[in-house]
């Protein structure tokens, strides 16, 4: 039997938490059905809820062996709740989902029928349409995916969502990256691995509400950019060069015009221009170097693993040996029946 753990951060969802929890047995049940080898559990994390979902989930698994809880002393923040979940989930197969049923659980079988022949090790959908969603909202959104892409080395596909299936060799990649800081559209990318991007349409919250505001959105965006990019530390440098650079030609500009006397500034006046230029621009330039070496110890201090090993000669033979048994398995299974 092969475990599948799905993991659903929640904060405030008393009004839909019933309303996943029918749905997501509805679809399991259909799943185990079409491929006997699955087993469910449901890993939920109470984010340090303020309504009634804590009561909802003991309730749930008083009377479901399969749901478990993890309930945070506080209110820590949707990544906290990924990382709880993927770091206690014990399946061989992890899903994360939100509960707000904005992640359709229908989209489960055909996930899993991208990962189980092991051509794909993470399938997750992707938005193509930004449908129910402010104009300015979407624009800035666009932007930052733009900006994102150009400044940083992980590419950050737009549109992509927290709504994946993911082999537990994924998920044990991921939870090596033990950073305080966890942004994770970047993470998930960083790691590697095929990924199977399955686009739909946006669909809405069917109850209770978004807990993101647009400032948490754009406070959100930027610790993205600084977790995956240390570009804005070496604006300094840029800077700096450029008004070196524009010392230097105001300097042999002002030379030139006291070599011909074309020069009515007071005396002295020239001279303090370019200097205060000059040394401006040195000063931005060593600054940048400065950030140069705190962007390096900065990188260091994630202490992200220096590589992920996705297979060797070894794991490809237990593989296929696992592979090999399993056809015969079915192949017996066959006989019997007939
Ligand atoms: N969530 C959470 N902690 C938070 C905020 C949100 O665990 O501090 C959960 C929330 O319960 C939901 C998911 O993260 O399951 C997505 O949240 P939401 O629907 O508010 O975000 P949106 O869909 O608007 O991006
Ligand atoms: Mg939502």
């Known amino acids: 039997m092969k475990l599948v753990s799905v993991v659903v951060p929640c904060y405030n969802e008393q009004e839909v938490l019933p309303m996943f929890y029918e749905e997501i047995t509805k679809i399991s049940a259909q799943m185990s059905n079409e491929f006997p080898e699955l087993e469910f559990e449901y890993l939920f994390i109470n984010d340090g809820s303020k309504d009634t979902t804590l009561d909802l989930l003991r309730s749930l698994a008083e009377k479901d062996k399969r749901v478990r809880y993890i309930s945070f002393s506080r209110n820590f923040g949707k990544e906290s709740g990924m990382y709880a979940g993927l770091k206690n989930s014990k399946g061989e197969y992890i899903v994360v989902m939100d509960a707000d049923l904005q992640h359709p659980p229908a989209f489960l079988p055909k996930m899993y029928n991208y990962v189980r022949n092991g051509e794909y090790d993470c399938a997750t959908t992707r938005r193509v349409s930004r449908k129910g969603?402010?104009?300015?909202?979407?624009?800035?959104?666009?932007?930052f995916y733009r900006i994102m892409n150009k400044i940083s080395q992980t590419e950050i596909v737009d549109g992509a969502q927290d709504f994946r299936f993911m082999t537990r060799q994924m998920v044990d990649a991921i939870?090596?990256?033990?950073?305080?800081?966890?942004?994770?559209?970047?993470?998930?990318?960083?790691?590697?691995?095929?990924?199977?991007?399955?686009?739909?349409?946006?669909?809405?919250?069917?109850?209770?509400?978004?807990?993101?505001?647009?400032?948490?959105?754009?406070?959100?965006?930027?610790?993205?950019?600084?977790?995956?990019?240390?570009?804005?530390?070496a604006i300094a440098s840029l800077l700096g060069i450029l008004t070196?650079?524009?010392?230097?030609?105001?300097?042999?500009?002002?030379i030139i015009r006291s070599i011909f006397g074309w020069l009515d500034a007071p005396d002295g006046y020239p001279t303090l221009l370019c200097l205060i230029f000059l040394f401006s621009g040195l000063q931005l330039f060593c600054v940048g170097i400065l950030g140069q070496y705190l962007s390096k110890t900065y990188l260091e201090t994630k202490n992200r693993p220096i590589y992920i090993t996705k297979e060797t000669e070894d794991?490809?033979?237990?593989?296929?040996?696992?592979?090999?048994?399993?056809?015969?398995f079915q192949q017996s299974a066959e006989t019997e029946n007939k």
């Open 175 to 233: 939870l090596d990256m033990s950073e305080y800081n966890r942004f994770s559209k970047g993470i998930f990318s960083w790691v590697g691995f095929n990924t199977k991007y399955i686009e739909y349409e946006n669909v809405e919250r069917p109850a209770g509400t978004s807990s993101w505001s647009f400032w948490g959105l754009f406070k959100y965006s930027l610790e993205g950019i600084m977790a995956f990019s240390t570009a804005p530390l």
């Open 133 to 143: 969603e402010s104009k300015v909202r979407s624009w800035f959104a666009r932007l």
């Open 315 to 328: 794991t490809y033979r237990q593989r296929k040996k696992a592979a090999a048994q399993n056809s015969q």
């Open 244 to 254: 070196c650079a524009f010392a230097f030609v105001l300097i042999v500009v002002t």
